[in-house]
């Protein structure tokens, strides 16, 4: 267990074992999802944390920076995997597979399924054009892979519609109460391949690849994907 | 215009021009969608309906009630639509394309785009149950035609996936700050079409029997899709 920094503790021991800054986002996206962002006060994020509130605005300016963090961690890990796949030179089905398959599997996995805050209002804020700037660069990977899939220009309506294909993991896991199917990242990426029109393309081998690939970016340490 | 019934209104005529009920949804709509769900006071909505608060109570009795009535809007049109497509003897592939393209297009033309509520954590509680209903009926009815196009059995991933695709129309909408293209309801009626794996029945002809089928339904009068 990691000791912690800064303030001193109402509660002896971190609830998630990793510190103050990690205790404070998860307390307050389990709150955000649960309760709602607007519901959700810094005093009621402290508790969850088992910190006083000083010690929140400590580690944190504002609830927005909290929510930006939190929403930046659902795009970052997979804007860098898709960075890492468009230096590759494997074929653009294998990657475009990959990609949509990486980035569902980090959306299927997510404990608090902390996609549903792209619906947060206070999101149009100045304060968050970081997120939207990486979420636009990560759909422009979408597109990149898309069209050397295809070799064809991709309008904006397919790069929407396969981006929609993968975002709607957290849709999905939203309706269901039950957890969702297992296979549902691998068949996301196989309807984005199938989206695409090359139905000769989804193949084991595709998968086996794309697989292959992205176990040979995963870096070992804090953030990647077992 | 319609007149009021009802309480004494705050100011003379009413800003929808379809009578109190009419207004506080609208303003409400706004607020939630704007604000969010959660930092929307009663007041603020009789505020932006030009109305007292105890009118809003006269319509309806609490807030969750005006968000239920907002939701039951973004799904009962398309349900309907759903269940007169499953009383017709067309096949299956055009009765699957003419839901998805009439859903989609409900979703595009919402003014306010109410559909991203779903993702409201108010929406979990007792109190919306006919919304989850309705909602969970019409994606069995996208189960069946999907079924009837294929004529496979569906899994409930596969239903995901296009009903996803449909619903995309609303994140699409929120992420773009411009209006989204206009032929985005045929293309979403399109991919569902070849996410079902049936690329010879995806033509001009499946498209126009769809078009005219959903011609025929539309009822003359509110509510109507011109």
């Known amino acids: 267990m990691t000791r912690t920094r800064g303030r001193p503790r109402r509660n002896p021991g971190s609830p998630t074992g ?6 404070i986002l998860h307390a307050a996206g389990e709150l955000f999802v649960t309760k709602g962002f607007g519901r ?8 969850g944390a088992g910190l006083q509130q000083a010690s ?3 580690w944190f300016s504002s609830k927005d920076e909290i929510l930006l963090r939190l929403v930046l961690g659902t795009v970052i890990p997979s804007h860098r995997i898709a960075d890492r796949l468009l230096e590759s030179d494997a074929p653009g089905h294998v990657l475009l597979w990959a990609l949509a ?5 980090l959306l299927h996995e997510d404990p608090q399924n902390l996609g549903v805050l792209y619906f947060e209002p206070a999101l149009d804020g100045d304060h968050f054009s970081e ?6 660069s990560l759909h422009e990977a979408y597109r990149v892979l898309l069209e050397r899939t295809t070799g064809e220009r991709a309008t904006d309506v397919d790069v929407a519609m396969v981006v929609g294909l993968v975002e709607n ?26 989206l695409a029109r090359v139905p000769d393309l989804l193949t084991d081998e595709t998968r086996a690849r794309g697989t ?4 040979a970016l995963d870096p070992p340490g804090p953030g990647s994907v077992d």
């Open 131 to 136: 997120f939207h700037e990486v979420r636009d």
């Open 56 to 58: 929140v605005y400590h």
């Open 18 to 23: 990793l510190g103050s800054e990690q205790d």
């Open 212 to 215: 292959e690939i992205l176990a």
């Open 101 to 105: 398959y990486a980035d569902a599997r």
């Open 169 to 194: 993991v957290i849709t999905y896991r939203r309706r269901t109460r039950s957890p969702i199917p297992d296979d549902t990242p691998a068949r996301v990426a196989d309807a984005a391949l199938t």
């Open 40 to 47: 959700t006060s810094t005093r009621a994020i402290a508790e």
